[in-house]
């Protein structure tokens, strides 16, 4: 299926691996450009030649801290026409309720809400000018089912949710479509190390922990980078124009509900 976009240029925040590299696979491999972004220059570069190499389109690498006002403007600055938007940054750390201090609500709301606001705010207009923009959130399957040690990342991403839902209704009769996209369990070095620590704090082998984690998921194993790119690349696509501040939750069935 062509989605219709060759030729578009993207930014993809949060990119050089993970799931927001494959964001930037996906897209790269139907022909959009690129800026993608982390704040470790090497493995940034390293994606980039790889996309390049796979899929011969232009890709501008940005070391940046994107949380930071600083980092986003380096990102912006290098960033020409932005035609599709998505956010992405890494997530808040973990912790007990009561622990959660004002200033660390304050970080993960300058991280995972404010940042994804910021750069809606920087790029959309123009998008709108042009009378044709995409932009997809990565959140978190947090935002339907609270995960209790992330409080930090559950009320961020909801206010994040908040701000999409009435903005997209906004401005998709001007061509700009925005939704987000929810990620349960992928197999990225987030999981990876959540899964050593099952291992470390049950005395499991590796092997045991992992059978364990995939076995709570009814499809038996956890997501893939390369399968939420693909979701996401088809949010960004031409033919997504009806689907406005949808909250699309990639699990494999984990939240048990009838809708
Ligand atoms: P990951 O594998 O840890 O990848 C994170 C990527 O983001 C790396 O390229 C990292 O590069 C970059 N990054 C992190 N913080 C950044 C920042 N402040 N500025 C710029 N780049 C930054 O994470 P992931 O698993 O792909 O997760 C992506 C998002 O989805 C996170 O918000 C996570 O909480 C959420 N999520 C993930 C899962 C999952 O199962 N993987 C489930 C639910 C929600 P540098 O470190 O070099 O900056």
Not at 4 to 30: F, Q
Not at 122 to 130: K, Q, T, Y
Not at 159 to 177: D, E, F, H, P
Request: hydrophobic share 45%; with cysteine; net charge negative.
């Amino acid at each position: 299926m062509d989605l219709g976009i060759k030729g578009k240029t993207a930014l993809v925040c949060a990119s050089s691996k993970g799931l927001g590299r494959g964001c930037a696979m996906a897209l790269a491999a139907e022909g959009v450009n690129l800026v993608i972004n982390a704040r470790g220059a090497e493995a940034l570069e390293a994606t980039a030649e790889e996309i390049r190499a796979a899929h011969g389109v232009e890709v501008t690498a940005v070391a940046a801290d994107i949380t930071a006002e600083e980092g986003r403007a380096k990102v912006l600055e290098a960033c020409g026409q932005i035609d599709i938007l998505v956010n992405n940054a890494g997530g808040p750390p973990p912790g007990f309720w009561p622990d959660w201090e004002r200033e660390d609500f304050i970080a993960a709301l300058d991280a995972n809400m404010l940042t994804p606001i910021a750069l809606i705010k920087a790029l959309v207009p123009g998008m709108i000018d042009r009378g044709w923009g995409r932009v997809v959130n990565i959140t978190s399957a947090s935002v339907r089912s609270p995960i209790a040690q992330l409080g930090l990342s559950n009320s961020a991403r909801a206010g994040l949710t908040g701000y999409v839902a009435g903005t997209s209704r906004q401005v998709c009769g001007k061509g700009v479509i925005m939704n987000n996209l929810l990620p349960g369990s992928h197999d990225t070095d987030r999981i990876k190390a959540l899964t050593e620590s099952t291992r470390q704090r049950e005395g499991i082998t590796m092997d045991e922990a992992v059978a364990k984690r995939n076995a709570a998921n009814p499809t038996g194993r956890i997501g893939t980078a390369e399968e939420f790119g693909a979701t996401c690349a088809f949010m960004c696509s031409q033919y997504v124009g009806f689907m406005v501040g949808q909250n699309i939750l990639l699990d494999g069935g984990a939240f048990n509900a009838t809708l």
